[in-house]
């Protein structure tokens, strides 16, 4: 498969990139008939300097295109493990009561605390999300194993008829330790919000 560089910085720090320089000073250095050693003997005995020099360029080279490649990986492994993180809160839906109120139930079964954990919506099957409110407000933080059981209403008209246990998805939003704002709705999979 052919490689795309999609930034002049991805040709550099790539192989085509220093062999191509390299080159290029070869061939500026012969086309212009400048060779630093001169014919004098006593002139080439800087030449290991110079190969010298090069390999010191070299290896800072290769030593900075493995730290960039490392701290890439270590990047992507972070992001996987909030993302999974994010797979153990859920909020899960109560019954409804008379003064038009709906009990719902956010649970944190990861190993981290979350924080800034809000209700947001409810999804009812054939309906439209209904925007809900929290009386007490958002939850700071959401421990591991404690949960979070809490009133919402409709922030705007009544509920939807259909509201039940098997028909309604709680939608939720939260942010892990690293400050990742997270959505979630019901069991699937949660989204990243920022």
């Known amino acids: ?3 795309v560089f999609k930034h002049a910085s991805q040709f ?3 192989a085509w990139g220093f062999v191509s320089g390299l080159v290029f000073a ?4 012969i086309g212009t008939r400048y060779w630093p050693f001169g014919n004098d003997p006593n002139s080439w005995a800087g030449l290991g300097q110079w190969v010298g020099g090069i390999g010191a360029l070299a290896a800072a080279w290769a030593a900075l295109r493995i730290a960039r490649k490392e701290a890439r990986r ?3 492994r972070d ?3 909030r993302r999974v993180a994010a797979y153990y809160v859920q909020g899960s839906h109560g019954g409804v009561t008379a ?6 139930t956010v649970r944190n079964e990861g190993s981290e605390p979350v924080v800034n954990v809000d209700v947001v919506a409810l999804h009812v099957v054939g ?6 409110r929290q009386p007490r407000g958002r939850k700071d ?7 979070w059981r809490l009133w919402v209403s409709p922030v705007e008209n009544e509920y939807p008829s259909g509201l039940g246990a098997g028909t309604t998805l709680t939608e939720i939003e939260f942010e892990d330790l690293a400050g990742t704002r997270w959505r979630r709705i019901g069991e699937r999979p949660p989204e990243k919000i920022s």
């Not at 070869?26 to 250095?29: A, D, K, N, P």
């Not at 309906?127 to 809900?132: A, D, M």
């Not at 933080?141 to 949960?147: E, H, S, T």
């Open 1 to 3: 498969m052919k490689k």
């Open 99 to 104: 003064e038009n109120r709906v009990n719902q």
């Open 74 to 76: 270590e990047n992507e």
């Open 79 to 81: 992001a996987e493990t």
């Open 141 to 147: 933080v959401l421990l591991p194993g404690n949960p």
């Open 127 to 132: 309906h439209p999300p209904v925007k809900v």
């Open 26 to 29: 070869l061939v500026v250095m």
């Open 12 to 14: 550099l720090f790539s």
